[in-house]
């Protein structure tokens, strides 16, 4: 689950502007996503929109999806590799053009945004936000928080750590300001804002992340999904 080729300038780059992610190989197989996800929403039934990148998209093969998810009648659109810039992208462009009403979103993304702040992450990932309340209106949206990744610590760990603190603080049941602007008359009820701490006993006591956890150390294995992602199915039975 990678990020587009080479470094971006920090000093211009914004995961708050939206991007279509680059089709390095040809095979269009990103466009080819995106477009089937659109044409899906249109006559989707589904109550909860799942979206993100690949751990998203690979939780649909899981036991905890197919046993337990799935029958809360969900949707899953989630593209491997994505980036904070390549959801809101998404958002913006059809994916989210449901004729029947979702009522939860679940929202997972960021780890692939490597050289990011995680300011920069945490902005995108609000807008992210801004876009699903604004076209999607009453719906309630579920933000887990970003997974450690590494078999040893690493400054991807730290960065994903500092986006979750300020995920925690800013998604708080009750009314708080956009955190880019300093107009109050923008403060909104959080209080169908769910941020689920989801990266918590990951790490184990001598720092080290488990294979039988995350197979490479950043995708989760069928019990490691069932283990870290069990509370997501927990807070949509208790929404639902």
């Not at 958002?91 to 960021?110: A, C, D, W």
Request: charged residues 20%; proline residues 4%.
């Amino acid at each position: 689950m990678t990020g587009d080729a080479g470094k971006l300038d920090n000093s211009t780059f914004s995961c708050k502007v939206p991007q279509i992610k680059s089709d390095v190989v040809g095979d269009d197989r990103w466009g080819c996503m995106h477009r089937r996800y659109v044409a899906e929403a249109k006559v989707s039934e589904a109550e909860v929109l799942f979206i993100g990148d690949s751990i998203i998209q690979q939780l649909q093969f899981s036991t905890l999806w197919t046993e337990k998810i799935n029958s809360l009648h969900c949707v899953n659109f989630g593209i491997g590799g994505d980036r904070v810039e390549h959801v809101l992208w998404r958002v913006l462009n059809g994916e989210l053009e449901f004729t029947v009403p979702i009522k939860v979103v679940v929202l997972f993304v960021g780890t692939n945004n490597t050289d990011c702040t995680a300011q920069n992450i945490f902005e995108g990932i609000c807008e992210i936000v801004r876009v699903i309340k604004e076209k999607l209106g009453n719906v309630t949206v579920i933000l887990p928080t970003l997974l450690p990744r590494g078999q040893f610590p690493n400054p991807n760990r730290v960065r994903n750590l500092e986006v979750n603190v300020l995920l925690m603080n800013h998604f708080k049941n009750g009314p708080v300001v956009s955190p880019d602007s300093n107009d109050t008359n923008k403060e909104k009820d959080l209080s169908s804002f769910h941020v689920i701490p989801i990266h918590e006993d990951i790490i184990q006591s001598d720092q080290t992340i488990s294979h039988y956890i995350m197979y490479d150390y950043l995708h989760l294995t069928n019990q490691g999904y069932y283990k870290i992602f069990k509370p997501i199915y927990e807070k949509l039975q208790y929404l639902l």
